[in-house]
């Protein structure tokens, strides 16, 4: 699964990148179908987050690092380096911008939901 992260850069910025989810166990079940997974992580709060329209929110940082799972409306932020991207229903994206200048968010298209799915302190990103 092909995830957009935005991250703190050295200098206290932000940016975007791309890396693979990584899917690494396979089981075969009982029809012969080939089913991949990740592995499981622990995970103890799972949260759904709902914005409405017009939201906009300026420089912040994630409260953690987490993948985000919408399920509502268009989703826009910002990076210290002037780019901006949208997410809509269905699409996964990452923020890890828990320290630095962090980036901005605004509901383009909504109201947006969508689910946070804090990640476990040893989740490395292989981009």
Same mark, same amino acid.
């Given at each position: #699964?092909?995830?957009? %992260?935005?991250?703190?850069?050295?200098?206290? !910025?932000?940016? $975007?990148?791309?890396? =693979? $989810?990584?899917? @690494?166990?396979?089981?075969?079940?009982?029809?012969?179908?080939?089913?991949?997974? *990740?592995? *499981?992580?622990?995970?103890?709060? /799972? %949260? =759904?987050?709902?914005?409405?329209? !017009?939201?906009?929110?300026?420089?912040?940082?994630?409260?953690? %690092?987490?993948?985000? =799972? #919408?399920?509502?409306?268009?989703?826009?932020?910002?990076?210290?380096?002037?780019? @901006?991207?949208?997410?809509?229903? !269905?699409? /996964? $994206?990452?923020?890890?911008?828990?320290?630095?200048?962090?980036?901005? *968010? %605004? /509901?383009?298209? !909504?109201?947006?939901?969508?689910?946070?799915?804090?990640?476990?302190?040893?989740?490395? /990103? @292989?981009?």
């Amino acid at each position: #699964m092909q995830v957009t %992260r935005f991250y703190t850069t050295d200098d206290g !910025g932000s940016a $975007f990148d791309e890396f =693979v $989810f990584p899917i @690494t166990e396979e089981v075969t079940d009982a029809w012969g179908n080939a089913l991949r997974f *990740s592995k *499981s992580f622990p995970c103890a709060s /799972v %949260r =759904v987050y709902e914005a409405p329209v !017009g939201a906009f929110q300026d420089w912040h940082n994630a409260p953690a %690092r987490q993948l985000c =799972v #919408m399920m509502q409306g268009i989703w826009e932020v910002g990076t210290t380096d002037a780019e @901006t991207r949208h997410w809509g229903p !269905g699409e /996964v $994206f990452m923020p890890d911008t828990v320290e630095g200048k962090g980036h901005t *968010s %605004r /509901v383009i298209e !909504g109201p947006v939901s969508m689910f946070f799915i804090p990640l476990p302190e040893d989740f490395h /990103v @292989t981009t």
